[in-house]
């Protein structure tokens, strides 16, 4: 779902700056960053996300769970908290504001982006329920009921017009044939509906059940029953009087509902495997190119430093020899994690860079290097500098070298 706006409540600058980054490079649109709950919720009145991603822990009175509620109370906007704890008591009062997810921090880019789109969804199929559960709502609550009373001889003694918009039939009919009711009544709910309207005057005071008839049309009708005995002022029995409400319309909104709840979590349980499955391929990767790693550094050990090694004991000239040593000192270092680590986005040294760091790490001087690499000093102690910056060695007294080791 790109596009989708983000509401980001994080105290922390530097992480909801990263979180920014990341969510808009999934495709997302970050509404707005917000520090405190006060600022979150007014956020969410003003921007409208579709979305909030809350810390639990905020600074202020007010923490993310508090905060959460207040929004889903407010404007029903999906919550996905983010913390650095997973304790059982935070989660028990995250409960509470009824989280669409829950991330732990560091937050990985592709489970971040996997639960918004997760919470997206279930809001979205809570919100396609919620329609369906109001106007299924509305169409019960004007709805005309069909109210009759039947003597104790069991005649009607009064039928109300609507029973043609719920039967098809006249209250003329019902009022000349009293068993009518019963022979519209469906096979298999007929036997319940004789039983009552025959039972003794001793029944429940209101006695409600559903059952099924046969309009006129020919089409099934599910209907409610609602009946209570009536006494004259003096106790006499009077007989029965009903209450038949039509909820064809409410049975078929709430079967939809329970097929769309299904598929809801058929489609969740997919989604979930799909997740599942997406994370067994990424380790699997990852253990391939361990193993892909490990079988270049073997292959280079022992079948070209044995030939490197012969011609470093061979006779030759001194800068031929040199030349044998770099190649030796370069292979080292691209099978090394050393320089796996520098090359990697943390540090993002050059390829020249990581070769004189390598050098620098073995002890040796600038000039030393240049020798070696076959460039001026000045170059040498250019690259130092931009090692210096690039490890984060403000300090021009902190040692270089002692500074590379610690990273193997």
């Not at 470093?312 to 320089?339: G, W």
Request: charged letters at 30%; one cysteine or more.
């Amino acid at each position: 779902m790109a596009g989708s706006k983000i509401l980001v409540v994080e105290d922390e600058f530097v992480v909801a700056s990263d979180l920014k980054v990341s969510l808009e490079g999934l495709g997302y649109e970050v509404a707005a960053l917000a520090a405190t709950g006060a600022e979150a919720i007014d956020m969410a009145g003003r921007k409208s996300p579709d979305l909030v991603l809350m810390d639990i822990v905020l600074r202020g009175e007010m923490d993310g769970i508090t905060a959460a509620a207040k929004i889903r109370e407010a404007a029903n906007i999906p919550v996905v908290f983010l913390s650095a704890y997973s304790n059982q008591d935070i989660l028990e009062r995250a409960k509470i504001s009824q989280p669409f997810g829950y991330l732990l921090k560091p937050v990985n880019k592709r489970e971040l982006h996997a639960t918004i789109q997760m919470a997206l969804y279930q809001a979205e199929m809570e919100e396609a329920l919620r329609q369906s559960e109001e106007r299924f709502r509305l169409l019960a609550d004007f709805t005309y009921d069909w109210e009759y009373w039947v003597n104790p001889e069991g005649g009607f003694e009064y039928v109300s017009p609507s029973c043609r918009r719920v039967t098809g039939r006249s209250r003329e009919e019902f009022l000349k044939d009293p068993a009518l009711m019963v022979r519209l009544t469906h096979e298999d709910d007929r036997e319940m509906l004789a039983e009552h309207l025959a039972g003794p005057r001793e029944d429940p005071p209101l006695v409600q059940f559903d059952f099924r008839i046969l309009a006129s049309d020919g089409r099934e009708r599910w209907l409610n029953h609602s009946s209570q005995p009536v006494y004259s002022d003096e106790g006499q029995w009077l007989g029965r009087r009903g209450s038949i409400r039509d909820i064809t319309d409410r049975v078929v909104a709430e079967t939809e509902v329970k097929k769309q709840k299904a598929e809801l979590e058929f489609k969740k349980s997919e989604l979930i495997e799909s997740n599942t499955a997406l994370k067994v391929l990424l380790r699997r990767r990852e253990e391939d190119k361990l193993e892909l790693e490990s079988n270049i550094q073997a292959q280079v050990k022992e079948l070209l430093m044995p030939h490197l090694k012969q011609l470093t004991e061979a006779r030759m000239q001194p800068e031929y020899r040199r030349v044998v040593e770099l190649i030796q000192d370069r292979l080292n270092q691209l099978t090394s994690s050393f320089a796996r680590q520098l090359q990697s986005p943390l540090y993002g040294l050059s390829s020249k860079e990581i070769q004189i760091a390598g050098l620098i790490r073995e002890g040796r001087s600038s000039k030393e290097i240049a020798d070696v690499l076959g460039v001026s000093t000045s170059t040498v102690n250019f690259h130092r500098n931009k090692i210096r910056q690039k490890l984060g060695i403000i300090n021009q007294k902190a040692n270089l070298q002692a500074r590379l080791n610690s990273l193997f």
